[in-house]
């Protein structure tokens, strides 16, 4: 059952795993702000590397992880670049700043611009650090971690326990729409694949009847196990899966606030003190060349569109 | 003694219903007492133990009359919390009382809710894991624990209080023979401590009277029926009368002519002594002739021909089963969780195909048909009917299948009333599906699959979740279409009431293999076969070893009598 949805149940046996889920939730939340904060690669590249540090120490069956990654890379980098070259050539330019052309069309619609790769490199170094740091929280975290460590930052304890009973119960309701289906399947209502494909979703969708009505009966039971073991009598209450912070809780907390500390200053520095003029910085652009542009400006279909009309 | 749970002309009605589910109830139980609560369903011995934990009044709202305290709190003025402190209650569904994510953390539930800092947690969750042997599992997830591991956890999750009341809301409902033997010998245990007082809800007598009870509380309609002790009430005729199932050994010492009276220790047959009289009109009975068991000659209607099953290729979950099964048979397919029933009645619906060897339907292979094709053939009914109906009318439930194959409208209209005729539900025809009972919602799943005029028909646990009188007109009901309509009925069991009562054949399955496929008297009476699906014996198999009679012979003898019985209630 373990890894089914890339879903720890149980704590694994390396460093990582072995923390407190404060510490985990703790050290998530600062990775990801400072991922979310900067366009900057100097940053991003080292929070890549090590949410995959992260990973490759946990031993983790590369598999469903790979398959995830090679997916997400497909569908969002490669489309979503297609379309940003369609669409937006002029990217690199309103990020980064300068434009140096590198290949443009006959008809002058389509460009590439040395910035235009540097912004989708940075995108990329961007989406991809994302993914390893949320890959690496999902592999080291069980979901009563998950719940503990977010009840600890302050998030009230009924919407804690709400995530890991969700958990509990994923699994049962993956279980019972299998037996569902199957009972509809012999019945004769046609869900496999030789049924057309419109069919087959609002066949999907009679499905979901027995299923919650099978799920609302089990609702009452489990609010009435609560309710005989006492859950919601206080304000607080402290969590099994939480353990007391360990030696290396506290080094690996003493690190994520120094993250988060820098991570201040870098945004400080690089917006207020001494700001950079341009969203993305980038090597080879020098500072004093970055052109300002107007809004309107700023849109290359526009201008394009503006050009046609005028001739 | 001062009584720990006293009720004084105490009455309770739902708030949703117009009259009262209890009335005039004046009980007192005392610490120490070990008692068991009976009824059949809509007794009202759940709403009597709701009462005692506090979810009556506190989660389903209604009108109190009378008193009631527990450990001298008046209940009504208390709170479910404050109950919890000192009731335990281990409800009945094992898996949905089970809200934790590991064995430990659900152990812990109630010490979280306490703000027990978790240094004082943990050694406390260890010590209570091994109160009831699970101290090596803790931090085993809910998917990998069977019912009755899940069933331990929740006992020792009510001990995080030190509770001085436990209540057993149906403990044997989800669990298979032997679990449900170790379950009841467990609650034995800690019934011996004396202070503990122990409450146990159950409708299956026999199983409970595995250990000694101190009191029997019959429950009926609402009322407290009877408050005796278990020999007294098997000695009366009141057990008949509220829908309880005797012990088979009781029933087999009426069919023998044995009077009830003058035998020590009735509620136990290992204890049990018979009077010199009674134990010579057994032998007399067991050892007399009768008629043997018609054999069925039919043509073969399944054929499983070394058929051997695998998920990866790799571990088989069935290996080479290879039985025959003859139209018009009854079977009761019979083994533990996870040992390969439900697998094989997966392939026998075409759901999942065989890796190796050839079922046969009718003496031809179906590998080439699809699953809707099959199941014109074979019908399977699922355990719980709720994960079965769609619709909101009963009538147009029973005719969803011949609506999808694409049936005139007069064609369903016509099969459909004949099906709801026979299934003795043409009157209920317009009811929404919401408005029945559990039993009837599981007559309405037959009828719909009744409605492609199947040959097979599989019944998965068709006796859970029912009470004695439920479980009986089921069983008539689907006896009655095996008679009239020669359909062929695979039982999916653990219960061995069943087996004996309704069929012919029982097929055995341990670890992915065939261990048996014989008559069902031949099976209860095989020691080795027992052991290894994890039945339990029957009293009657406990009684001929007493009266040192062959197992075999009696258990068929018993059921031919009972066949003969019903024979005669058929000419009638």
Redesign the interface.
């Known amino acids: 059952m373990n890894n089914r949805f890339v879903i720890n149940y149980t704590p694994g046996p390396t460093f990582l795993h072995q923390l407190s889920g404060f510490t985990k939730v703790f050290l998530f939340i600062v990775v990801t702000v400072a991922i979310i904060a900067t366009y900057d690669v100097r940053i991003l590249w080292p929070l890549c590397i090590i949410s995959i540090a992260e990973i490759v120490s946990m031993k983790p069956n590369w598999k469903p992880i790979i398959f995830m990654f090679l997916f997400t890379f497909f569908t969002v980098t490669i489309i979503g670049n297609i379309m940003l070259f369609v669409v937006s050539p002029d990217a690199g330019l309103n990020n980064v700043g300068t434009e140096t052309i590198l290949w443009t069309s006959a008809s002058g619609r389509f460009y590439i611009s040395k910035e235009w790769l540097w912004y989708i490199y940075v995108v990329w170094v961007k989406r991809t650090a994302s993914f390893a740091s949320v890959m690496a929280f999902a592999l080291m975290t069980t979901p009563s971690e998950f719940a503990s460590g977010l009840n600890k930052c302050g998030l009230p304890y009924k919407v804690c326990t709400i995530i890991s009973l969700a958990y509990r119960t994923i699994p049962d309701i993956a279980n019972d729409f299998v037996d569902i289906r199957n009972s509809m399947m012999m019945r004769g209502v046609e869900l496999g694949k030789k049924a057309p494909l419109g069919k087959r979703l609002k066949n999907h969708v009679t499905l979901l009847v027995p299923l919650i009505m099978s799920s609302f009966g089990k609702v009452g039971n489990i609010a009435n196990a609560m309710d005989l073991r006492g859950y919601g009598k206080n304000k607080k209450r402290t969590w099994y899966a939480e353990h007391e912070p360990t030696k290396y809780d506290r080094i690996v907390r003493g690190i994520t606030i120094a993250l988060g500390i820098a991570t201040i200053v870098y945004i400080l520095w690089a917006r207020i003190i001494d700001p950079w003029p341009a969203k993305i910085w980038a090597p080879f652009v020098d500072k004093s060349a970055i052109q300002q542009i107007s809004l309107e400006e700023s849109f290359f279909l526009f201008r394009w569109l503006k050009g046609l009309f005028n001739k | 003694m001062e009584p720990i749970i006293s009720f004084k002309n105490f009455g309770f009605k739902y708030k949703t219903q117009s009259s009262p589910t209890l009335f005039d109830i004046n009980l007192d139980i005392y610490p120490g007492q070990k008692v068991l609560i009976l009824g059949a369903s809509g007794s009202g011995k759940s709403t009597l133990c709701n009462c005692i934990?506090?979810?009556i009044p506190?989660?389903f709202e209604g009108e109190i009359t009378g008193s009631l305290t527990v450990a001298g709190k008046e209940t009504k003025k208390s709170s479910?919390?404050e109950l919890?402190k000192d009731v335990?209650?281990v409800?009945q569904?094992s898996?949905?009382?089970?809200?934790?994510?590991?064995v430990?953390?659900d152990i812990?539930?109630?010490?979280?809710?306490?703000?027990?800092?978790?240094?004082e947690?943990?050694p406390l969750?260890m010590k209570n894991a091994s109160l009831v042997g699970m101290q090596d599992f803790i931090?085993?997830?809910?998917?990998?624990l069977s019912g009755g591991q899940k069933q331990k956890v929740a006992i020792a999750?009510?001990f995080?209080?030190d509770v001085r009341v436990l209540i057993f809301d149906e403990p044997l409902a989800a669990l298979d023979p032997q679990m449900g033997m170790t379950a009841v010998s467990l609650i034995d245990d800690l019934a011996k401590d004396d202070e503990r007082t122990i409450l146990i809800i159950e409708h299956r007598l026999e199983d409970v009277l595995y250990r000694p009870v101190d009191r029997i509380i019959l429950m009926g309609g609402g009322r407290i029926v009877a408050d005796m002790t278990p020999d007294d009430l098997l000695k009366s005729t009141l057990l008949k009368e509220h829908g309880i199932r005797e012990p088979l050994y009781i029933t087999a010492m009426k069919y023998a002519g044995c009077s009830l009276e003058g035998n020590r220790n009735l509620c136990s047959l290992e204890d049990l002594e018979f009077s010199p009289e009674n134990e010579n009109k057994l032998k007399t009975f067991f050892t007399s002739d009768y008629k043997p068991l018609p054999e069925n000659q039919n043509e073969p209607i399944i054929e499983f021909d070394h058929v051997s099953f695998s998920y990866d290729g790799k571990q088989k979950v069935l290996s080479d089963i290879d039985f025959t099964i003859r139209k018009g048979e009854r079977i009761a397919i019979i083994g533990k969780n996870g040992a390969g029933k439900s697998t094989a009645a997966?392939l026998l619906?075409g759901?999942i195909r065989p890796s190796e060897g050839e079922i046969r339907l009718g003496g031809k292979d179906i590998h080439p048909l699809?699953?809707?094709e099959?199941?014109?053939r074979?019908?399977?009914v699922?355990q719980?009917p709720?994960?079965?109906?769609?619709k909101d009318i009963i009538k147009d439930e029973v005719g969803?299948?011949l609506q999808?194959?694409g049936r005139s409208a007069e064609e369903i209209k016509n099969t459909t009333e004949k099906v709801l005729k026979a299934c003795n539900l043409f009157k209920m025809r317009n009811w929404p599906v919401d408005a029945i009972s559990y039993g009837q919602k599981k007559r309405v799943t037959v009828a719909?699959?009744m409605a492609?005029e199947p040959e097979i028909l599989v019944l998965d646990e068709p006796t859970a979740g029912q009470d004695f009188r439920s479980y009986t007109d089921i069983m008539n009901f689907v006896n009655a279409l095996n008679q009239e309509y020669g359909i062929t009925i695979l039982f999916i069991t653990h219960d061995m009431h069943l087996a004996i009562e309704n069929t012919e054949r029982a097929i055995v399955f341990a670890d992915g293999q065939l261990i048996a496929a014989d008559r069902v008297c031949s099976v209860l009476a095989n020691e080795q076969v027992i052991a290894r699906a994890s039945l339990k014996q029957t009293s009657l198999y406990r009684l001929a070893l007493k009266l040192q009679l062959d197992p075999e012979s009696t258990i068929e003898r018993f059921i031919s009598y009972e066949a003969e019985l019903k024979g005669g209630e058929i000419d009638e």
């Open positions: 934990n506090g979810l506190f989660s479910i919390f919890s335990g209650t409800l569904d898996d949905a009382q089970f809200v934790g994510l590991s430990g953390e812990a539930f109630a010490m979280e809710n306490i703000c027990m800092p978790r240094s947690m943990a969750v931090d085993h997830v809910p998917f990998e999750g009510v995080a209080n997966k619906c759901l699809t699953v809707k099959i199941g014109e074979v019908s399977y699922m719980n709720n994960q079965m109906l769609v969803l299948a999808i194959r719909s699959m492609l």
